[in-house]
């Protein structure tokens, strides 16, 4: 019932920066929040940056804080991973995710490798 597309991956060096973007479609109902995970090869799959939706609350990782950005636009149901000063180690899959009182959701993943 709900879709989830992520876009804006890609090969990017160390330092360098990216933007990634999630949209929502289907009935999406209520939304609680939306989230960004990532997984390199051979990890867990490990939580990077959510938002609440009601209260706009902001959560990230400890790797990510003070180089990535969560944000959303709530007409669009899309949120935004702004991720600056990237580092090989950022190098994963990451995926969207979006919570609502039905489940949770999961986009296919975008790419992101950072050279070094």
């Known amino acids: 019932q709900v879709q989830l597309v992520e876009s804006g991956g890609g090969l990017v060096q160390a330092g360098g920066s990216l933007r990634l973007s999630c949209a929502a479609s289907?009935?999406?109902?209520?939304?609680?929040?939306m989230d960004w995970f990532r997984q390199a090869p051979g990890k867990e799959r490990e939580f990077v940056a959510g938002?609440?939706?009601?209260?706009?609350?902001?959560k990230y990782a400890d790797s990510v804080k003070g180089r990535f950005t969560i944000s959303r636009d709530n007409a669009k149901n899309m949120v935004y991973l702004q991720m600056n000063s990237l580092k090989p180690e950022d190098t994963a899959v990451y995926y969207c995710?979006?919570?609502?009182?039905?489940?949770?959701?999961w986009g296919q993943g975008t790419q992101v490798t950072v050279s070094s």
């Open positions: 289907g009935r999406t109902s209520v939304i609680y929040g």
């Open positions: 995710n979006l919570r609502d009182f039905r489940g949770a959701y």
């Open positions: 938002m609440g939706w009601s209260s706009g609350s902001t």
